[in-house]
């Protein structure tokens, strides 16, 4: 008997159960009364002798489609966020769904962007995940709430749709920290100039964990810029050629630690020996090959991804209340990834 022929009666015989424990199992029914025992048997028989659903059969008795829709604002092409997109996929896949993706960008008119969750809809996806590249609040087009849908790295203006979201001042905590129990006590901040939540809650925590530790955080020295290797580059001059230059910095992401490397280099400062550094992003292909491997804090993408989704399906099967959730978003941790940038200060 070929695999497509295969139906949910042969994986009852083979079993030794009825066709009705075979559907709760497989469809992962939670009320249905059927030992761990029974369960792991359905699946291992159901695995040797190739069963899949019938999908179009499915779709018809459950009105679902076993298609989720990612709108990705420039996801696609960020390399470090698109980390975002493979939580995403693996989670839909371990499943049992699928994921498609429109691509598109944070500067797209609304009425673009709205087209796009239309594109999604007519498709008949059974939820939506709408996903940006960095961390900020969104005006959300008004046909995402005709699925069941879920922010990821993004919080709608409005406050009514499910979010997760990185803990900035969680990261921005343990960046600062890790240079503190260094034994630096002159520590100052490259921060970015555009006006999104990373900026305030990473300038917050600074100013906070200093001034938690004894130290003067209002009066601890910042600098901002364009949060790329050229405004990193530009920051770190002035910051480091004050008359009471910081020991230690922490730098907005990875790009602008980069910038600081290169003028710590052309002020004749050695990393980390003259001058500790500390990113935020975990950008590998940046973080792990500076020389020094630059010390980060990770952001979440792929966690973020995968969170998301499994909580989209979950409302999609009726198994969560996705309006519950979005009183407040849902916080992930930034955990500190430790190389070789940071060291104590000279005495």
């Known amino acids: 008997m070929s695999n497509r022929n295969i139906g949910i009666k042969d994986v009852a015989v083979a079993a030794g159960v009825s066709v009705t424990t075979v559907s709760h199992v497989l469809n992962e029914v939670s009320y249905a009364r059927i030992s761990p025992e029974t369960r792991d048997k359905v699946r291992t028989i159901a695995e ?16 679902r489609t076993g298609m989720l829709g990612l709108v990705s ?25 699928n994921l498609m993706i429109i691509n598109t960008s944070g500067s797209a008119s609304l009425e673009s962007r709205q087209a796009d969750v239309e594109a999604l809809l007519e498709r008949r996806v059974d939820g939506i995940l709408y996903a940006t590249m960095y961390h900020r609040n969104v005006e959300l087009p008004a046909n995402l709430g005709s699925v069941p849908s879920v922010l990821v790295d993004s919080v709608a203006t409005g406050g009514n749709i499910t979010a997760v979201i990185p803990d900035e001042e969680g990261g921005a905590r343990a960046a600062v920290g890790a240079l503190l129990e260094a034994g630096h006590t002159r520590v100052g901040f490259l921060n970015n100039t555009d006006d999104v939540p990373a900026t305030r809650q990473r300038l917050q925590a600074f100013r906070a964990t200093l001034t938690e530790a004894g130290l003067d955080g209002d009066a601890a020295p910042v600098e901002s810029e364009v949060s790329e ?58 973080a792990a090959n500076l020389h020094p ?43 500190l990834v430790r190389r070789d940038s940071i060291t104590a200060p000279r005495p």
């Open 73 to 97: 604002e420039d996801i696609a092409t960020t390399p470090h966020a698109g980390r975002i997109i493979l939580g995403a996929e693996e989670a839909a896949k371990a499943r049992g769904y």
């Open 48 to 63: 040797q002798l190739g069963y899949g659903p019938n999908r179009l059969a499915q779709a018809l008795r459950t009105q």
């Open 293 to 335: 491997g630059l010390t980060t804090v990770a952001l979440p993408h792929y966690e973020m991804g995968a969170w998301a989704t499994e909580h989209l399906i979950d409302a999609v099967e009726g198994k969560t209340d996705l309006t519950l959730m979005a009183l407040h978003p849902t916080i992930l941790s930034c955990p």
């Open 229 to 286: 290797v050229q405004g990193g580059y530009e920051a770190a001059r002035r910051i480091l050629t004050r008359e009471d230059a910081p020991t230690g910095l922490f730098c907005y992401n990875d790009r602008m630690a980069m910038g600081a490397y290169r003028a710590a280099a052309e002020l004749g400062l050695t990393i980390p020996a003259d001058l500790s550094v500390v990113g935020f992003d975990d950008q590998e292909l940046i």
